[in-house]
């Protein structure tokens, strides 16, 4: 096999992984940003959004549908976890919603195992996307989720983009994640800003869900662990809490990943994750800040 | 030296107001008031409480006991977004302008609170003609702009709420006097065209030259209260209600 195919093929498996990792991530960012929490509980709506796809689809829903009902029912469990764990301790000690966010995993990852007990379950998808595209004799192949994957990932980034730049309430939210008080003084309703921020953060981890769910072929309660570990990593090497940051991180990450277990000796693949949680010390040490976000005290 | 109170309730008024910050009294037992049209000076030494009568009055902080009364309704329970729709905007000190979005995006900010959006255009066209140096700058991100133009920025973002009762903190903070000069020159464009102002400075000789009337508060309590007028003819009187010297 030629090396440029090897190198095209790993290049494709690095953007559907990076694109995974970029939704989930970028759904971590906008909630620190406004509130300056990390919200543990972001991965289980990847879990909520892939059951939901999946009890749907079991009703005889078509995929198309159920994959839009689990973004939805991630986005709406996003904004019932807000209203009624998060916005009750808002202004309490940072520690305080940290640990109502682990709280909130607990919860939601038993009610998972209580509906569908904890052993994992196929995740069924249609003939059109159980299939792949072979170039240079199968030296190439991307599967049809892969393309599903990266597609729905633009076109959901591109929606953000337009929203964040373009509109009275994405500006207001990079506003709000800025200064929040300067943000109520012009007279923005922060309590909508942040529950707008849930729901976008959590509807894309909704789509991720269904979309891991689809590659892994199936869902489990506690499937959400190990994308929120790797989201976090992106998150930070990008620059926590910014949007453009989350999107490069995610994509480097999937990208390193990839090219770790594809370029280095073999012997050093199951050292995968530990190169990475390794980068994630090295960035918190070195670069505290990310790639991408700069310095700025907040005065208060 | 004191004024009689107007007979229709004035715009704002402040009645007994004491805030605390945490276990410390910040203010206490403040009254005043603002009528329409005027501009209204609050002077005072560092943590005399000049800024937390502005932020309370903008629903940041809430009292621990008094009133504010907009129009003689008190509104020292709302939420900040309602205070700006009810009319209030507040340039806060330090500018605050919002760093990583453009001149436009905070001007386009300022904005939201209003329902009359056909007139938003106009407004803004207003601001850039006030301060030619913001559309200049328009397509800039606010970050990079000068002190100077921050505080030119968080002055025209508040404005663009086309607000009753302007709340103006420190505006003359941090910021080259040349810049200064012309900031006031501004606020005396626009207090001639019947902007309501309560103005909170350091700099007793600038703000004493733009307000028709003044208080000075010491440790937060108002020490001395008059016309502009009188309180420039009185350095001296001005001067010991600031730091308290008492003979």
């Known amino acids: 096999m030629s090396p440029g195919l090897y190198i095209a093929q790993q290049i494709i498996n690095g953007v559907s992984l990076g694109s995974l990792y970029a939704l989930v991530a970028i759904g971590l960012s906008l909630v620190f940003g406004i509130l300056r929490m990390t919200n543990f509980a972001h991965g289980d709506m990847m879990m909520v959004g892939a059951f939901g796809a999946l009890t749907l689809g079991a009703a005889g829903v078509p995929f198309e549908l159920a994959l839009l009902g689990g973004i939805a029912i991630g986005a709406l469990t996003g904004v019932i976890v807000e209203r009624v764990a998060y916005r009750p301790v808002r202004g309490a000690a940072d520690v305080t919603l940290l640990l109502t966010s682990l709280a909130v995993t607990y919860i939601l990852e038993n009610l998972g195992i209580l509906l569908f007990t904890s052993s994992p379950h196929d995740f069924p998808i249609p003939e059109w996307l159980d299939s792949s595209y072979e170039f240079s004799d199968g030296q190439i192949t991307f599967t049809q989720v892969n393309v599903l994957t990266v597609v729905l990932t633009g076109i959901s980034l591109s929606l953000l983009g337009w929203f964040v730049t373009r509109t009275d309430m994405g500006l207001g939210m990079r506003a709000a994640a800025e200064d929040m008080q300067a943000a109520n003084l012009v007279g923005l309703d922060v309590n909508k800003l942040i529950v707008v921020a849930f729901a976008l953060a959590s509807g894309f981890a909704g789509l991720a869900g269904v979309l891991w769910a689809a590659q892994a072929g199936v869902v489990e309660p506690s499937m959400g662990f190990t994308p929120l570990l790797k989201a976090f990593v992106a998150a930070i090497i990008g620059g926590f809490g910014s949007i453009a940051g989350a999107l490069l991180g995610g994509y480097l990450l999937g990208a390193l990943e990839v090219f770790i277990v594809a370029f280095l000796p073999s012997e050093l693949s199951p050292y995968r994750d530990a190169i990475v949680f390794s980068l994630l010390i090295a960035f918190l040490l070195f670069r505290p800040y990310g790639l991408l976000r700069t310095t700025r005290e907040v005065k208060l | ?247």
């Not at chain 2, 255009?121 to 913001?134: G, H, V």
């Not at chain 2, 508060?217 to 350095?235: H, I, K, Q």
């Open chain 2, 1 to 247: 030296m004191s004024n009689p109170p107007p007979l229709a309730p004035p715009l704002l008024a402040i009645e007994d107001l004491r805030v605390d910050y945490g276990a410390v009294r910040a203010v206490h037992g403040v009254s005043l008031h603002v009528a329409a049209g005027e501009v209204v000076a609050l002077l005072g030494a560092n943590g005399a409480g000049k800024s937390t009568i502005l932020r309370t009055i903008s629903g940041l902080l809430r009292p621990r006991a008094g009133q504010v009364q907009l129009d003689g309704a008190p509104i020292h329970r709302l939420p900040p977004a309602r205070i700006v729709r009810l009319g209030i905007a507040h340039s806060p000190e330090g500018r605050r302008v919002f760093g990583n979005l453009t001149v436009a995006e905070n001007l386009r900010l300022g904005a939201t609170s209003r329902p009359d959006r056909d007139k938003v255009p106009a407004d803004r066209e207003r601001m850039y003609d006030l301060f030619p140096i913001l559309r200049e700058r328009m397509h800039q991100v606010a970050g990079t702009l000068s002190g100077g133009e921050q505080q030119m920025l968080a002055l025209a973002r508040a404005l663009m709420a086309a607000p009753r009762l302007l709340l103006l903190d420190e505006p003359s903070l941090g910021i080259a006097p040349l810049i200064v000069r012309s900031i006031f020159a501004t606020l005396g464009e626009l207090k001639r065209q019947g902007t309501t102002m309560l103005l909170v400075e350091q700099n007793i000789n600038v703000a004493l030259g733009l307000a028709d009337r003044a208080y000075v508060l010491r440790t937060g309590e108002v020490s001395l209260t008059g016309s502009a007028t009188e309180l420039r003819d009185n350095y001296e009187r001005v001067a010991e209600a600031y730091l308290g010297a008492r003979q």
